[in-house]
């Protein structure tokens, strides 16, 4: 970063996410890649600081809406289009234990909890839930936007929970991850595309249709 330098380099056909480990260490790429001619894999790769393939695992079998790694880049969660979550030790590259029927619906988003012992999941109707992993249990259940959700972030300091959604995803609302109360309530004129926080946890920035960003306070 100080010098523009590029280092190395992945081919790759579509990657709809990438993450760097808090450490800095590695690199947690999503990648489809075509199975056959109608069906597409999705499969996830870690790579080290020189580029090494360190790690990697595909999710077969279902489509895949929407993924979440912790922080430290040991666990995976994968939300299918039926409603299932699995979770999978991306290091030792195996699931953990049977998946997780966490919706009826299929899955707007999912994010891990900073700590990594909670999983936030949200189907594309609005159900949010806050999962308990080490018991499989879901210990909080809201809904969170009447028309359609997503995407959600959790805060840094992991108390909040924002979500966006509602008609053409014009809509961001803050909650109290632990109890499900709304705090706060947003509506735009232009579609947002991105919702995060800043490390601080002060503060919600959004990325717009318009090409404009939204710096939002937060109670």
Known sequence: LETGRELWSVEAERVPAVQVSNDGKQLLAWMLKPASSEQIETVVEMFDETGKKVASLTDRDRRVYCLAFTAN????????????????????????????????????????????????????????????????????????????????VVSPDGKTVATLGGANNTEVRLWNGETGQELRKWNFATPIHAIAFVPSSKKLVTANGDTTLYWLDLP
């Open 73 to 152: 880049g040991e666990l995976l969660a994968t939300g299918s289009d039926n409603g299932s979550v699995r979770l999978w030790n991306l290091k030792q590259q195996q699931r953990l234990g049977d998946d997780l029927a966490a919706h009826g619906k299929a899955l707007g988003d999912l994010a891990f909890t900073p700590d990594g012992k909670r999983l936030i999941t949200a189907d594309h109707e609005g159900e949010l839930k806050v999962w308990d992993l080490d018991k499989r249990q879901a210990v909080c259940t809201f809904a969170t936007h009447t028309q359609q959700l997503s995407a959600l």
